[in-house]
């Protein structure tokens, strides 16, 4: 009965289902570890925050590059301050206010983008406090350029002395030195400055992009249940059809043929429908006795005129012509 499943068709139909679900359930899994990895990291950032001011700093050189394991983390590094530029329309408590950004000149190296804090109200360059002189070592949370998709970014369209995108690409074009690609926000402000908190890193924590990973996940394990399902249905009535032929229930047909064709006993229309019997009689004669044909010179549908009166029809020419019957 399941000699079907070797069939070409068949073969077409395990195939797919035997490929496309394991593809559905590794898809599910995968995007399940992304949204467990994203769990993670939210839970580290969080421990990371909540233990800022006893962590241990680093020297910034072992935590470049910047990555999404190494954000966060305090920095530590020394130099002089050079360039100071303001980043404004940066939001803090509910209050619109701006940057002080200052770069760090390492010694020999890219200089460092420093914010020492925010102040609130509109960008100001004489509200912003000038750096310390001489040399100085600054400790920090490590964090990610940024880009046009961060939070407050504005690019372009702003006057001298401020920028509207804190990372490497934004500010070659408007400092002479070559900058590190990340920046440091100072753990505690100085000068009237609040200290700036650390920004999360992108593509980490519980955000929209982490529910949307677990949304993915319910979807493909729902596709691997609807390929099952399918094939187990198709399968279920091969096996019925199967069933019916080997019992001879074999549906008859009923196609346009069949439906235009005429029933037994119905003739044409003006014309009855002749017995069975009659039919059958009809069908001996003809087969012993040859059809009789009208005259070549009388049509068939005209009516036979009646013999003038006097002339003997039931005679072979016996009699006179005229006498009486």
């Given at each position: 009965?399941?000699?079907?499943?070797?069939?070409?068709?068949?073969?077409?139909i395990?195939?797919?289902?035997?490929?496309?679900?394991?593809?559905?359930?590794?898809?599910?899994?995968?995007?399940?570890?992304?949204?467990?990895?994203?769990?993670?990291?939210?839970?580290?950032?969080?421990?990371?925050?909540?233990?800022?001011?006893?962590?241990?700093?680093?020297?910034?050189?072992?935590?470049?590059?910047?990555?999404?394991?190494?954000?966060?983390r305090?920095?530590?590094?020394t130099?002089?301050?050079?360039?100071?530029?303001?980043?404004?329309?940066?939001?803090?408590?509910?209050?619109?206010?701006?940057?002080?950004?200052?770069?760090?000149?390492?010694?020999?190296?890219?200089?460092?983008?420093?914010?020492?804090?925010?102040?609130?109200?509109?960008?100001?360059?004489?509200?912003?406090?000038?750096?310390?002189?001489?040399?100085?070592?600054?400790?920090?949370a490590?964090?990610?350029?940024?880009n046009?998709?961060?939070?407050?970014?504005?690019?372009g369209?702003?006057?001298?002395?401020?920028?509207?995108?804190?990372?490497?690409?934004?500010?070659?074009?408007?400092?002479?030195?070559?900058?590190h690609?990340?920046?440091?926000?100072?753990?505690e402000?100085?000068?009237?400055?609040?200290?700036?908190?650390?920004a999360v890193?992108?593509?980490?924590?519980?955000?929209?992009?982490?529910?949307?990973?677990?949304?993915?996940?319910?979807?493909?394990?729902?596709?691997?249940?609807?390929?099952?399902?399918?094939?187990?249905?198709?399968?279920?009535r091969?096996?019925?059809?199967?069933?019916?032929?080997?019992?001879?229930l074999?549906?008859?047909?009923?196609?346009?043929?069949t439906?235009?064709?005429?029933?037994?006993?119905?003739?044409?229309?003006?014309?009855?429908?002749?017995?069975?019997?009659?039919?059958?009689?009809?069908g001996?004669?003809?087969?012993?006795?040859?059809?009789e044909?009208?005259a070549?010179?009388?049509?068939?549908?005209?009516?036979?005129?009646?013999?003038?009166?006097?002339?003997?029809?039931?005679?072979?020419?016996?009699?006179?012509?005229?006498?009486?019957?």
């Amino acid at each position: 009965m399941y000699r079907f499943l070797l069939t070409p068709r068949w073969w077409g139909i395990n195939v797919f289902a035997a490929l496309a679900i394991p593809f559905c359930l590794f898809m599910g899994s995968w995007q399940l570890g992304r949204f467990e990895a994203r769990a993670d990291s939210h839970r580290e950032q969080q421990q990371s925050a909540e233990s800022t001011t006893r962590q241990t700093a680093e020297p910034l050189a072992e935590l470049l590059p910047v990555t999404q394991r190494t954000t966060g983390r305090i920095a530590e590094a020394t130099g002089t301050y050079g360039t100071q530029l303001l980043v404004p329309e940066r939001r803090l408590d509910g209050r619109d206010g701006f940057y002080v950004l200052t770069l760090l000149r390492t010694g020999g190296g890219p200089a460092l983008p420093v914010v020492r804090g925010w102040l609130p109200g509109d960008a100001d360059t004489a509200e912003a406090p000038a750096p310390p002189k001489g040399e100085v070592t600054v400790v920090g949370a490590l964090q990610a350029p940024e880009n046009r998709r961060s939070e407050g970014a504005r690019a372009g369209g702003l006057p001298e002395g401020q920028i509207g995108i804190i990372s490497a690409a934004a500010l070659v074009n408007v400092v002479p030195d070559d900058v590190h690609n990340a920046w440091i926000t100072l753990t505690e402000g100085s000068d009237g400055l609040r200290p700036v908190p650390p920004a999360v890193a992108q593509n980490t924590g519980l955000d929209l992009k982490a529910f949307q990973n677990l949304g993915y996940t319910g979807e493909w394990f729902v596709f691997a249940g609807f390929v099952l399902f399918m094939w187990f249905r198709l399968f279920r009535r091969e096996v019925e059809t199967q069933r019916d032929l080997a019992l001879g229930l074999v549906p008859a047909a009923a196609g346009p043929a069949t439906a235009l064709a005429p029933s037994a006993g119905t003739a044409p229309t003006g014309e009855a429908a002749p017995s069975a019997g009659t039919a059958g009689a009809a069908g001996a004669a003809g087969a012993e006795e040859p059809t009789e044909t009208a005259a070549p010179d009388t049509p068939a549908d005209e009516p036979a005129l009646p013999p003038p009166a006097g002339t003997a029809t039931g005679r072979s020419g016996g009699g006179r012509p005229g006498a009486e019957a």
